[in-house]
């Protein structure tokens, strides 16, 4: 019998299957279709796929995104939100900016909660906590009224300055509880996000009221399948700060686990730059419908502390600092009312998925463009499980050709530049813009797509190394895999340094952590605890912040200081200055508290090294760009590739879950863990026409 820890990950075209046996360290890996709309039966189709029986699982992980999905698609719970008189417009008001000051035509996307079921009640806090005004009852009944005559099915409760006391949102919550009865669901935000900012926290707690009652029935409806299948143990769902939490959490706290897939990819594209010794990395994962971009420094995932579902939808939780942007396999290439080609960001999906499945859609797609261009094996692709028909994608390929009046060569390449541009803007928002050069970083190339671009990506940016793990095509289930149980607690501290006594600190961080034990007492008992701080920090009178990690409470003023000092120079990183202390002073936010309960590492077995130059199983007809039309490629299998081999590109190397793409100019090899690193070299000129020819193939 196996003792298989396992994780899926549910993407918008492909759910991604990772078990790794923690007797043999094996790990076993599947990809198959998925089934929205209730993606359930996908999650079943993937654990019958890799041969698990229930008793053989000890451990199960799961991230997706439903909860994302749901808002951007507006297929959440008809929603109310209670707030304080005179502040009823708040999630209409947003921060009143806008993502393009040019463009005149751009409108934003409604709230969550249309205005009419948006209520006030008299009530009133000041900043400190004092009650200014007490909570009118009456109007909360009244309000708890109105909402069940409309059918509300959750209701969010946001008053001013509830942060500093939260006695009149308990007391509104219990009240509309007594009201509308236990099928309507009730969130507070001083339960959900105890934070200053008005607006943020509005809308994460509008967010999470929404999002209540669809993903209770999504949980519920998995737990309920795999009690049926016979899996009895924890059921455990990721979130977007990096961490799993369990599925009844994760029913109450519905927001948090926004953003979960992508933030998986994050941490699993951390662990394969670990075993190929290099931990700064920039992760890329593409796959079918999307591009996600993030950056690790030395290990450490980058943490923002708060990101957008939508524009006008923020969610203020820690989460993986990422970018996504649309374009994946999936993605869309079209000519705009000027003639000109555009890709994206509209997607194909999962149903009917590229020009090449044969399900009806006839627009061309990246997958469409690497198949016409010989990148693709229609009879090996993603495992031969899926008929492919290369004719309908040169029908589609055709089809833009001739609008555009190019060669349909010429056509299926603009779209992977195109598109390639995309994504290259994308990395320099995660690097550049947050003071990181990317040449200090390998790429790591991760989902479905991924490693048919990272080079040309690398290549843009002056990145040296592309890292291609040995399961690329499920990089996020693999991160999800490895995440730890983490619960994230805060208090407001809302202090300038110079004012704040260390005894106060002290004081804040010894209830956060209490709270902390309590909850991993509750959900952990049996893992290894680690309890992590950090600060909140920013120049008094800024709105967004900066979080800090500390080692420890700072238990004195020499401490203070020096927190003080690594803000401005964190700071002066990111922006490129930093204030004299004469002009601004640095306020203390809040205090953080993560609880941790620490997974078992994931070994990876090192291989044999390569005893001879691997045998190409055959040479293809690959059109390169760089070569000036199409060249006979070595095709090459990822499982005979042992550790030491080397290749000079270019080159193409298939495996069931991705194919990585070697273009000329460049030189693959295989470390002992079987990642294969790619020397991106110039890409151009001499190297590159050398190259073109017949490659080079050498053992260890």
Request: proline content about 6%; glycine content about 10%.
């Amino acid at each position: 019998m196996r003792n298989l820890r396992v994780a899926v990950d549910i993407g918008g075209t492909f759910t991604d299957l990772v078990a790794y046996d923690e007797d043999t360290h094996q790990l076993t890996t599947v990809k198959t279709p998925s089934t929205p709309p209730g993606f359930i039966e996908g999650v079943m189709n993937a654990l019958e796929k890799a041969g698990i029986q229930p008793g053989e699982m000890t451990t199960f992980k799961h991230g997706s995104t439903i909860a994302t999905n749901a808002i951007i698609e507006r297929r959440g719970a008809k929603t109310g939100l209670v707030t304080t008189k005179g502040m009823r417009d708040v999630l209409g008001a947003g921060r009143a900016n806008r993502p393009d000051l040019f463009n005149s035509n751009w409108d934003p996307s409604p709230p969550l909660v249309q205005r009419r079921n948006v209520l006030t009640v008299d009530e009133r806090v000041d900043y400190e906590g004092s009650v200014l005004t007490d909570l009118d009852e009456d109007g909360v009944r009244d309000a708890a009224r109105r909402f069940k005559k409309r059918g509300i099915e959750s209701v969010a409760v946001a008053y001013l300055n509830s942060f500093m006391a939260p006695e009149h949102e308990l007391r509104t919550k219990a009240i509309l509880q007594e009201e509308l009865g236990d099928d309507v669901r009730v969130c507070t935000s001083a339960e959900i996000l105890p934070e200053i900012r008005e607006f943020e926290r509005t809308s994460t707690t509008a967010a999470n009221a929404y999002l209540m009652p669809v993903i209770e029935r999504y949980l519920e409806r998995l737990v309920t399948a795999l009690r049926e299948w016979g899996y009895d143990g924890d059921v455990l769902v990721t979130h977007s700060g990096g961490g799993v939490m369990s599925a009844d959490s994760a029913s109450k706290v519905p927001a948090r686990i926004c953003h979960s897939g992508p933030a998986g990819g994050v941490v699993g594209g951390a662990l394969v730059g670990q075993s190929a010794q290099i931990p700064s990395v920039i992760t890329f994962d593409m796959g079918g419908t999307s591009a996600d971009l993030s950056l690790v420094h030395e290990g450490r995932p980058s943490i923002a502390s708060e990101w957008r579902v939508d524009w006008n939808i923020p969610i203020l939780f820690p989460a993986v600092d990422l970018v996504a942007i649309g374009a994946g396999g999936g993605t869309i290439a079209w000519v705009d009312a000027g003639g000109s080609l555009r890709v994206g960001p509209q997607s194909a999906g999962a149903d009917p998925g590229p020009a090449c499945l044969g399900n009806g859609n006839e627009q061309p797609t990246i997958t469409d463009a690497h198949l016409y261009l010989g990148r693709l094996d229609p009879e090996t692709y993603l495992g031969g499980d899926l008929d492919i028909h290369p004719d309908l994608a040169e029908q589609a390929i055709a089809g833009l050709a001739e609008q555009l009046g190019m060669t349909e060569a010429e056509a299926a390449s603009g779209i992977l530049r195109i598109a390639n541009a995309s994504m290259t803007s994308a990395t320099h928002l995660i690097s550049v813009e947050r003071g990181w050069d990317p040449r200090e970083f390998a790429l790591v190339a991760g989902g479905g797509a991924g490693p048919l671009h990272a080079v040309a990506i690398a290549q843009d940016l002056g990145i040296p190394t592309v890292i291609v793990p040995l399961t690329p095509g499920v990089t996020s289930a693999l991160g999800i895999l490895q995440v730890d149980l983490r619960h994230d607690l805060l208090r407001s501290v809302l202090k300038q340094a110079h004012q704040i006594e260390p005894d106060e600190l002290v004081r804040v961080f010894d209830e956060l952590e209490t709270e902390a034990r309590e909850v991993l007492e509750a959900e952990s008992s049996d893992r290894e605890q680690r309890i992590e701080l950090s600060l909140d920090v920013r120049y008094y009178g800024q709105t967004p912040y900066m979080n800090l990690t500390i080692d420890e409470v700072p238990r004195d003023r020499a401490a203070i200081d020096a927190i003080v000092e690594r803000y401005g120079q964190e700071y002066e990183r990111e922006f490129g200055y930093r204030f004299d202390s004469d002009l601004a002073t640095v306020e203390f936010v809040n205090a953080r508290v993560a609880a941790i309960g620490v997974s078992p590492e994931t070994e990876f077995e090192p291989s044999a090294a390569a005893d001879g130059g691997p045998e190409p199983r055959r040479l293809r007809s690959v059109y390169f760009e760089e070569s000036g039309g199409y060249v006979d490629t070595p095709i090459y299998e990822r499982h005979k590739l042992a550790g030491g081999t080397r290749i000079a590109g270019p080159a193409i190397v298939e495996q069931g879950d991705t194919t990585v793409l070697v273009p000329p100019g460049t030189t693959l090899e295989v470390d002992q863990y079987l990642n294969i690193l790619i020397d991106v070299g110039s890409g151009n000129g001499a190297a590159a026409q050398a190259a073109a020819a017949q490659p080079a193939v050498q053992g260890a």
